[in-house]
């Protein structure tokens, strides 16, 4: 199995401002996901963030919003732009290989204040 | 597009007793199919998963999940709770496609409470 690190795994952080969160894979994968978990909710998706090309985001999200960088098979970023409180969530991120392995950090639990 | 169910939301057993949680899913394709436990500010852990091959499937801590295609079921069981099995369980489904490798759709969650 992979192995999922995060970074910051929490942060509190004013209104307007922008978070950017780390996720590290031990091993290199093809595809990256992000998801969001909203307070008492399930899973949503973001993104899907490919190496070597612009992520592909699910409806109700925009790029400008979430911009996700991936520069290489092993790590990708996460940001969410000009956060309000409606942003506090649980920002997890995943990676699979042929829709067998799906593994997940630890998660980043936001809360915008 | 697939789907998944979870029914009920909230599900509370006697610690010793059968676990039982319910998935169902939608799918055009044969389904890749999950299931996860998420422990209280914790991230997502992988219990079992079901690809092709044997429809009875064993993961850890216990669980098994039997996929049975005539009804689009994956519930998830265990034959005796333990008090520390109380967490959030979600199902989910892996979005088919070459390219859609780890895509997953989740469902609603359960969370199961195990009374002593």
């Known amino acids: 199995s992979a192995v999922i690190s ?9 209104r307007g401002t922008s978070l950017t969160i780390q996720c590290q894979v031990d091993s290199q994968v093809t595809m990256m996901f992000w998801y969001r978990q909203q307070p008492g909710q ?20 925009v790029i400008d919003k979430f911009p996700i960088s991936r520069p290489n ?7 969410v732009s000009n956060m309000s409180p409606e942003d506090s969530s649980i920002y997890l991120c995943s990676a699979g290989e ?3 392995r799906a593994f997940f950090g630890q998660g980043t639990r936001l809360t915008v204040v | ?23 169902n899913y939608s799918s055009s394709v044969p389904p890749y199919l999950f299931w996860y436990v998420q422990y209280p500010n914790q991230g997502l852990q992988l219990l079992l998963k079901y690809t092709t091959g044997a429809t009875l499937v064993k993961g850890i801590n216990g669980f098994e999940a039997e996929f049975k295609k005539s009804e689009t079921s994956f519930h998830l069981t ?30 609603q969650g359960t969370e199961l409470s195990v009374k002593p």
């Open chain 1, 42 to 61: 399930s899973l949503t998706l973001i993104a899907t963030a490919n190496q070597g090309s612009e992520a592909t985001y699910e409806s109700g999200f």
């Open chain 2, 78 to 107: 265990k034959p005796s709770a333990h008090m520390s099995d109380a967490a959030e369980y979600f199902c989910a489904v892996s979005v088919s496609g070459n390219n859609q490798g780890g895509k997953l759709i989740f469902g």
């Open chain 2, 1 to 23: 597009a697939q789907s998944v169910t979870q029914l009920g939301s909230h599900v509370s057993v006697s610690e010793g007793a059968l676990v039982l949680l319910r998935c």
């Open chain 1, 73 to 79: 098979l092993t790590f990708s970023t996460l940001t």
């Open chain 1, 6 to 14: 995060q970074k910051p795994s929490r942060d509190i952080c004013q």
């Open chain 1, 98 to 100: 042929g829709g067998i």
